[in-house]
């Protein structure tokens, strides 16, 4: 039994109580993904498994068997960002950083939801078809679950919302 993590096969741990958080940072040493509230209120454990966003402190490794997770390090490296990373730094979307990595992970996973047309609380039309548009409202709806509580939410903001613009522009070309 496995799971395969940022491309490599990892096996489950022996105890099925174990968080796939506790996985990640405990016994792998992936560091990327933060312990916040353990409670599934922060958002700082957020990760991707099979490009959709989850809170990891709140799953159980074992229910991931066979399941593609990419956490912050798979996104990107030191010497070739994502470029959702790139545009945290170009617009000081991070101040304490605890919560950046669940940041771009959610945010990441929550363009793809808007580009295949996943309405949220405040969208809209809801009978309209193909990508919702990102403005400030809905992208703040959007990622109300994760937290920032030093102060650097504008520049989150600011961040997702010039990729967000990039990438929808590029599905768009690509269709």
């Known amino acids: 039994m496995s799971i395969t993590i940022n ?16 996985l ?14 353990d409670q599934g209120a922060c958002g700082a454990c957020t990760l991707l498994v099979d490009g959709e966003r989850i809170l990891s402190c709140l799953a159980l490794a074992v229910q991931y068997e066979g399941r593609s997770v990419t956490t912050i ?22 101040q304490c950083g605890y919560c950046t990595p669940g ?7 929550m363009i793809d939801e808007a580009r295949r047309g ?6 809209g039309d809801l009978s309209a078809q193909g990508p919702i548009a990102l403005d400030p409202d809905e992208l703040r709806e959007r990622m109300s679950g994760n937290l920032c509580r030093c102060g650097a939410h ?4 600011a961040a997702i919302a010039e990729y967000a613009e ?3 522009a590029v599905a768009e070309a690509a269709e």
């Not at 996943?118 to 969208?123: A, E, G, K």
């Not at 504008?154 to 903001?157: A, D, E, F, R, T």
């Open 118 to 123: 996943i309405p949220s609380h405040v969208t």
């Open 7 to 22: 491309g490599n096969a990892v096996a489950l741990p022996d105890d099925p109580r174990v968080s796939l958080l506790d």
């Open 154 to 157: 504008n520049g989150i903001v």
């Open 24 to 37: 990640l940072r405990d016994r792998l040493h992936l560091h990327g993904t933060k312990k916040g509230c």
């Open 103 to 109: 940041q771009i992970c959610s945010a990441v996973a």
């Open 73 to 94: 390090e798979g996104l990107g490296a030191a010497d070739s960002l994502h470029p959702l990373q790139a545009a945290f730094v170009e617009h000081d979307g991070f």
């Open 166 to 168: 990039g990438s929808l």
